[in-house]
């Protein structure tokens, strides 16, 4: 069996995760070991990210880091834990200056400056870009070839965590699983950072990369951290839904909207945003919360789009402004039969991001010792809702944050500590499902179970009894876990990754679904159809702990 030994153990490697090596080389880390289940660097959200980056440069217009925490505080409703919502504010600047210096290919001005624009929920021009369609590609490109150029940075892709160890109430390092080869791999580490992502591919719907099941969140509960703000889960308004589109990033119409001013209406053709109290006049400005409220309401009473959307028009941009604008784009979008000049496309909300995640201090240190979280796996700074154009700075921010007090806690340890027997049942029990076995259900048709489950009643719109009715559900498919199907055999055996991805994502969509029955109220993301009103009781966050024997209970923030 392999038994790898490092400082910091970095666990995902997308944008959160290649800055936290960055940073932990920077800051003293002798040996980084940067592993992902997918592929490093290239799996993840970032690389998927196609917007914009918010950051108070004051190149358009006046602006200052307190600023962006004002607009940031409003799309959070109350709910933002300050102190990391301000550190995402402050640092933003200087990591996308840093990322100038790497030459990510920021859009400019005819001055030099960094280009910015405005984005819902924004009070100024504060968002910059690489272009329309590639910021996210051209950012998580740039952190690779930085990665790349540090020996002591090791990239492991196709590993699997499933457990993390602990030795003495500390973070000691993890288990694994060798997809490929289907054997355990066990770790020590002076440190561990989770950088795992978010939980959006619990739900049928949604803009999630293959390894966005929750995982981080998973591990993290398993060892003693707590997560905080679980309830809270972002849907993208106006995902594609129709006609089919094959190949393309089903979130890709926001540029649109940016630039050239997309119409909203439902079947009847009308625009109806203003009827929910968004009237946006000509600039894309409403909340995403609110968006998605309004276009569930509109199919909700019947005034929807075939397919149960509603439209998205842009018939009234000049065909010429629509090629100068997104001209390689409108001939793919030809090719499946979309000609955006003469007939509107069918979008209707879907799973994009999670707010919540692992309770961390400024540090981005959970309350384990030697445990720290970064990136969309971290919670606290979205409170109830994300202010667009936060993601990315909220990756690279607290990645670098991660990856620096990782090294200074890992530089006090004399030696990552791998104490006899560490992580021997996580190792015996990847040997056991690998030698197979029957069952009462595969572990791949219990996922699709998971995810029209969390579609159908923890969707945008919750209330008491679908949330009891899913949690009872998600409860008694962890206590089956034992009894799924598994194919024998290791290498390259997909079963028993789907095993390791179904636990996950059970205990991440538990996690959320009991803190969702718990806040009997409508904020943010979160909207309560038994519970419509905003509850200035219910301002503050709710904590997910996990007992030792894994039970999961949701209570209010101390």
């Known amino acids: 069996m392999t038994h790898l030994d490092t ?43 196609q917007m914009t980056v918010a950051a108070a440069l004051a190149a358009e217009s006046p602006d200052d880091p307190e600023l962006h925490l004002a607009d940031t505080l409003a799309a959070g409703r109350g709910l933002c834990d300050e102190t990391l919502a301000a550190a995402l504010c402050e640092d933003a600047p200087a990591r996308i200056r840093e ?3 790497w030459r990510v290919g920021w859009a400019c001005r005819d001055d030099g400056r ?5 984005a819902p929920g924004h009070s100024r021009p504060r968002c910059c870009y690489v272009d329309f369609l590639n910021t996210g590609p051209a950012v998580a490109a740039t952190l690779r070839r930085q990665v790349g150029r540090i020996a002591t940075i090791r990239r492991v892709s196709n590993l699997a965590v499933t457990d993390l160890v602990t030795a003495d109430g500390e ?4 288990v694994a699983l060798d997809l490929a080869a289907g054997e355990p791999v066990t770790i020590a580490a002076k ?6 992502g978010g939980l959006t591919r619990i739900y049928r719907r949604s803009s999630a990369s293959a390894n966005m099941g929750g995982d981080g969140y998973a591990l993290a509960l398993a060892a003693g951290a707590e997560l905080v703000d679980m309830e809270f889960v972002q849907f993208f308004p106006i995902g594609h839904l129709a006609p089919r589109l094959v190949g393309m990033d089903p979130i890709m119409w926001d540029p649109f909207r940016y630039k050239l001013g997309g119409r909203l209406l439902n079947g009847a053709g009308n625009e109806f945003l203003a009827a929910y109290g968004s009237d946006e006049a000509g600039a894309y400005t409403t909340p995403r919360d609110l968006a998605t409220y309004a276009i569930t309401k509109e199919v909700e009473a019947g005034r929807g789009s075939p397919h149960g959307g509603v439209y998205l028009s842009f018939e009234h941009v000049p065909r010429a402004a629509l090629d100068a604008a997104f001209g390689p784009v409108i001939l793919r ?19 994009h991001y999670h707010m919540g995640g692992v309770r961390i201090d400024e540090r981005m240190a959970s309350r384990v010792p030697g445990l720290f979280a970064a990136g969309e796996a971290a919670g606290g700074a979205n409170g109830a809702n994300r202010l667009s154009g936060n993601a990315i700075p909220e990756a690279l921010v607290f990645g670098e944050r991660a990856g620096r007090f990782a090294a200074i806690h890992a530089g006090r340890r004399s030696a990552a500590a791998w104490p006899q027997g560490a992580g021997a049942e996580a190792v015996a029990q990847i040997r056991r499902l690998a030698d197979g076995r029957d069952g009462v259900a595969s572990p791949a048709a219990r996922l699709d179970e998971l995810r029209g489950l969390m579609q159908a009643e923890v969707g945008p719109f919750r209330h008491a009894a679908g949330l009891e009715r899913a949690l ?22 997909p079963s028993l990754a789907d095993w390791f991805e179904l636990r996950a994502g059970l205990i991440a969509a538990e996690a ?8 009997r109220e409508s904020r943010g993301a979160h909207q309560r159809e038994d519970f419509p009103e905003t509850d200035r009781a219910w301002g503050r966050g709710r904590v997910v702990r996990m007992a030792r024997d894994g039970t999961i209970s949701a209570g209010l923030e101390r």
């Open 7 to 49: 400082d910091i153990l970095i666990v995902g490697a997308g944008g959160a995760g290649m800055y936290a090596a960055l940073a932990a080389v920077r800051n003293g880390a002798e040996r980084v070991l940067l592993v992902d289940k997918s592929l490093v660097g290239r799996g993840g959200a970032t690389v998927m990210a």
């Open 99 to 101: 990322m100038a210096e």
């Open 114 to 118: 960094i280009a910015q624009v405005i």
């Open 171 to 174: 973070a000691a390092g993890a």
């Open 191 to 196: 440190a561990t950072v989770i950088a795992a």
């Open 333 to 351: 979008l030809a090719r499946h039969g979309i000609d955006l000049a003469r007939a509107p496309v069918e979008v209707s909300p879907i799973a």
């Open 472 to 493: 009872t559900r998600l409860r008694a498919m962890r206590a089956e876990l034992p009894d799924l199907a598994i194919v024998a055999g290791r290498a390259c055996n």
């Open 512 to 519: 959320v679904t009991a803190a969702a029955l718990a806040r």
